[in-house]
C-alpha cells in the first residue's frame, strides 16, 4: 500500500448517542470470522447490488482496498519484525502487544470456528461480535436496527461510539497503547481525526465501503461532517484525559508515559532553536515538555463558535491543565478533571443543529485561534489542518480551496515544521 497522506487535498471527494457500547473487543459475544461474513449472497457480492439497502461487496471491497484487512500481514514485514526485536518480542504476529490493534484479538474462547486471527482488523473489529445477531441482521422483518443493536451489533453509525472505537486503535486505551516504548522501536507516530480518517477509509479504493443515500439516512442518520468532526475531536481530547489520569493513578517509574507528550517537544533538531512560546502554555519556558493537546485546542475554537462564556471556561481550564503540568500530580490531577468536566458541557452544546450552517464562523474562529499563535506546535497545526480542510470542503468556496494545497504540504514532513510559514499560509485564508 502507498502510504495514504492525510495532507492529501480531499477535494477530489468533497460530497456533502450511543455513546457507551462496549467495544466489539469487550463484549462478551463471540466473534465468528470474516468468512462468515463473506458469501456472495451476504457481504462478498463482486459488485455493489440494486435493490438493496446495502451495496453486499464490502467483503471485496474490504479485502481488496481497506488497510485493516492488511493490517495482520503488517506484523510480518521486515519494519515490523525489526520494531519487535528491538522490543525484545520474537514474533510480532504473535505478540499481544501487536494484535491488540492490527487483529480482532479476542480471547480464545470467543473466537467462533471460522474465526482467523490473519483476518487482521476484520469486519467483527468494528461491528462487534456477530453470535447474537448474525442470523437475524439480514431480515428487516425479523429484526429491526435497534434489536440488532440489543444483540451486540455496535453503534458504528453513531460518531460518538464511532469515534471512541476508531480512536482505540488509532490512539489507544488504558488496555492497549502505542506507548513510547513502541515508537521508540520504530512505530509510525499516530495521529487521528475522526472525519477526514473516515474519509480516507472510504476512499481508499475503488468502491466505498458504505453508501449515505436516502434509504440510509431513513433507516440510520444523516452525516453532517462538522458534527462528526466535533464529536471526534472532543472524544479525543476526553480520551487523552482519561489516559493521563489512568497514568497518574497507576505509573510508579520516574518518567510519565511520554506517548502523552507532544513528541516534537522534544523530537526536534538542535541545529537551532525551534521553541516559542505557546499563549496556553501561560508562563512555561523553553526546555520543558508538555501534553499533546492537538485536540484540546480543536475544542477551544469549536467552543468559541458557540459561547463565548463556554470558551473562556475551556480556555482557562486548558491554560491550567499546562501550568499543572510541569507542577505535582494533585495539581495535575485535579486540572484534569477540571478540563473533562469543560469538555464535558461543550459536547452538551454540541449537536447537528447547534453547528447547521456554522462552517464559515466554525472556519473564522480557527483562523482566529491560529492567529493567536495557538499553532505553533506541530500537533495542534496538524488538527488544524484535517478542521480547515473539513470545513473549507463543506463550505465549497473555490478559492479557498486553491489554498488548500499549500497548507497541507507545509505539514508533509513534521521534522522540518516551519510555524512561520504555516501561520502565514493560514492567514492568507482570511484574505
Ligand atoms: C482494531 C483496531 C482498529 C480499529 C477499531 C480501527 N482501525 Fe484504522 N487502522 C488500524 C491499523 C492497525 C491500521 C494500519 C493498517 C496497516 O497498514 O497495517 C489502520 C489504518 C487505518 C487507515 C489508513 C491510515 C494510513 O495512514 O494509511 C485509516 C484511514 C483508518 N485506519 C481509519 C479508521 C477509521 C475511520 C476507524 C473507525 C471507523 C478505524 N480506522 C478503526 C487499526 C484499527
Ligand atoms: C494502539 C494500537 C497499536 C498498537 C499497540 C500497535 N499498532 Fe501498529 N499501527 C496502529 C495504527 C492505527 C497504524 C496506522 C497508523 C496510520 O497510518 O495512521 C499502525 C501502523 C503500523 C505500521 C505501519 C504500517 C504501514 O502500512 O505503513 C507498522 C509496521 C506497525 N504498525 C507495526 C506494529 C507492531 C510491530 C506493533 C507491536 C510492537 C504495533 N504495530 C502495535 C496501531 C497500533
Ligand atoms: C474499521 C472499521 C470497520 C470494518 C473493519 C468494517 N466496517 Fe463495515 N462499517 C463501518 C462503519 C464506520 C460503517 C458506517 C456506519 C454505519 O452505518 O454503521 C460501516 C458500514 C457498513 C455497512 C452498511 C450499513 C448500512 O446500514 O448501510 C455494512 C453492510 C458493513 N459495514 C459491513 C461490513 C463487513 C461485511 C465488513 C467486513 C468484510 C466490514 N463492514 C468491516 C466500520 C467498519
Ligand atoms: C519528554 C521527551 C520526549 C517526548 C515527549 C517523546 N520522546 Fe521520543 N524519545 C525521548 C528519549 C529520551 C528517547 C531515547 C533516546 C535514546 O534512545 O537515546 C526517545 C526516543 C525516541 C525514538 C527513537 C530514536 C532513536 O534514534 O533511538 C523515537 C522514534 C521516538 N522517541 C519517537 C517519539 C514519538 C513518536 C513521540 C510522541 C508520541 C515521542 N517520541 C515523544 C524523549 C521523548
Avoid at 495532507?7 to 467495544?23: K, M, P, Y
Avoid at 475554537?301 to 475551556?314: C, E, Y
Avoid at 507542577?327 to 454540541?350: K, Y
Wanted: glycine share 8%; proline share 4%.
Amino acid at each position: 500500500m502507498s502510504k495514504t497522506n492525510k495532507f492529501l487535498v480531499l477535494i477530489a471527494v468533497a460530497f456533502g448517542g450511543i455513546a457507551h457500547a462496549e467495544l466489539p473487543e469487550q463484549s462478551p459475544d463471540n466473534h465468528m470470522g470474516v468468512a462468515t461474513c463473506a458469501a456472495s449472497q451476504c457481504h462478498g457480492s463482486a459488485a455493489p447490488r440494486d435493490g438493496s439497502n446495502v451495496l453486499q461487496n464490502e467483503y471485496v471491497t474490504w479485502t481488496r482496498d481497506d488497510p485493516h484487512s492488511r493490517a495482520y500481514a503488517t506484523l510480518a514485514t521486515s519494519e515490523s519484525q525489526a520494531i519487535a526485536s528491538r522490543l525484545g518480542l520474537s514474533d510480532a504476529a504473535r505478540a499481544d502487544m501487536c494484535l491488540d490493534c492490527h487483529a480482532d484479538n479476542v480471547p480464545e474462547d470467543r473466537r467462533g470456528e471460522k474465526f482467523q486471527l490473519s483476518d487482521g482488523v476484520g469486519c467483527e473489529a468494528c461491528h462487534g461480535g456477530a453470535e447474537r445477531w448474525l442470523s437475524t441482521h439480514y431480515n428487516t422483518n425479523v429484526a429491526d436496527h435497534s434489536v440488532n443493536l440489543a444483540a451486540g451489533l455496535y453503534p458504528t453509525e453513531d460518531p460518538e461510539a464511532r469515534a471512541t472505537l476508531c480512536l482505540s486503535c488509532h490512539l489507544g486505551t488504558d488496555d492497549k497503547f502505542a506507548t513510547h516504548r513502541i515508537m521508540a522501536a520504530g512505530h509510525p507516530r499516530l495521529s487521528f481525526e475522526l472525519d477526514t480518517f473516515t474519509e480516507l477509509w472510504m476512499h481508499a479504493g475503488r468502491q466505498p465501503h458504505y453508501r449515505v443515500d436516502d434509504d440510509y439516512i431513513q433507516r440510520k442518520q444523516t452525516y453532517d461532517h462538522a458534527y462528526v468532526w466535533a464529536t471526534g475531536v472532543i472524544a479525543e481530547a476526553r480520551l487523552r484525559l482519561s489516559l493521563i489520569q489512568d497514568e497518574l493513578g497507576t505509573s510508579e517509574t520516574l518518567f510519565p508515559e511520554l506517548g502523552l507528550y507532544d513528541c516534537h517537544a522534544c523530537h526536534r533538531t538542535m541545529q537551532s532553536v525551534q521553541w516559542r512560546r505557546l499563549p496556553r502554555h501561560g508562563n512555561a519556558g523553553p526546555g520543558v515538555p508538555f501534553l499533546n493537546d492537538g485536540a484540546l485546542v480543536m475544542s477551544l475554537a469549536l467552543a468559541r463558535s458557540i459561547d463565548a462564556d463556554l470558551a473562556d471556561d475551556v480556555a482557562s481550564a486548558l491554560r491550567r491543565l499546562h501550568a499543572a503540568g510541569n507542577g505535582g500530580s494533585t495539581a495535575l490531577r485535579e486540572s484534569v478533571h477540571a478540563m473533562d468536566r469543560s469538555l464535558e458541557r461543550l459536547q452538551a452544546r454540541v449537536s447537528v443543529e447547534a453547528l447547521r450552517d456554522g462552517e464559515r464562523r466554525l472556519l473564522r474562529e480557527m483562523l482566529e485561534v491560529g492567529a493567536e499563535g495557538n499553532f505553533l506546535d506541530y500537533a495542534s497545526a496538524e488538527q488544524a489542518f484535517m478542521a480547515i480542510q473539513m470545513l473549507v470542503i463543506e463550505i465549497g468556496d473555490p478559492g479557498l480551496e486553491e489554498k488548500l494545497g499549500p497548507l497541507g504540504d507545509s505539514l508533509a514532513d513534521d521534522e522540518r515544521y516551519r510555524p512561520s510559514t504555516f501561520a502565514r499560509l493560514l492567514a492568507a485564508l482570511t484574505d
